[in-house]
């Protein structure tokens, strides 16, 4: 089992609906309210006040995709079902399909070895297969995306690899990227920062642990392992 200390992840989970949803709105309404502002006809404003009215709107469109992020983390998060056994080659059938759009319109190709058996919570573990793929396509390099699917055995746990040709990541950022809201590059990567915080808090809810191993340029491998008994909720 995973020991950990409390972290953000921890603490996001204890948010619910209604106390995102009083986060939201005042966001929503500082957008509207400051869109109607630098629209309004025949309102004048000078060059400093529009360069700080315009440095609010960005400020609060970054904190919707932020709370869009968390919103998402707690759907998938906290949303646990029972676990029972699964064919990992089905859940990575259904995450191929899920994302077919993103494969097609990147001429990818994705391959797998065969899966094994595992003991888990399907919807969870769908999540995992669907956004380390996705992301292996949308981090690609100048060649057409190749992705490989793979299971061994090792230890008492089935070891998983996602291993692509895409543009790699620094070593230096291999925990980083596992945070919640953190990425590396901002504009390369526009969403909230979230998907690979809830593949690390999924693994981790299953008794297991994820890591990559990367060098730019060289494409990555994602890692990880799940006991072969995973921990019954």
């Known amino acids: 089992m995973i020991s950990r200390t409390t972290s953000e992840e921890d603490c996001a989970v204890h948010l619910n609906a209604d106390s995102l949803h009083d986060l939201t709105s005042p966001v929503n309404q500082i957008c509207t309210m400051t869109d109607l502002v630098l629209q309004r006809p025949g309102r004048i404003l000078d060059d400093e006040s529009k360069v700080l009215l315009d440095y609010v709107h960005q400020s609060a469109d970054r904190l919707q995709n932020l709370l869009s992020g968390l919103r998402t983390y707690l759907r ?77 055995a090792a230890d008492d746990s089935w070891l998983f690899s996602i291993c692509d040709n895409g543009i790699g990541i620094d070593p230096l950022y291999k925990e980083r990227i596992f945070t919640m809201f953190k990425r590396i590059d901002n504009l390369a990567s526009p969403g909230p920062g979230v998907g690979l915080a809830i593949v690390r808090q999924i ?15 060289l494409g990555a491998t994602f890692h990880f392992a799940l006991p072969r008994d995973a921990l019954r909720t």
Do not use: K, M
Request: aromatic share 6%; glycine share 8%.
């Open 203 to 217: 693994v981790e809810q299953h008794g297991g642990r994820v890591w990559v191993e990367s060098q730019p340029g």
């Open 76 to 152: 998938v998060v906290g949303s646990r079902g029972p676990y029972r056994r699964c064919d990992a080659n089905s859940l990575l059938a259904g995450a191929l399909v899920s994302i077919d759009p993103v494969i097609r319109a990147n001429d990818a190709v994705v391959t797998h070895d065969p899966l094994p058996e595992i003991y888990c919570d399907p919807n969870q573990i769908l999540y995992i297969l669907t956004a380390l793929v996705e992301n292996a396509i949308r981090f690609r390099s100048g060649l057409p995306p190749r992705v490989h699917v793979s299971a061994a």
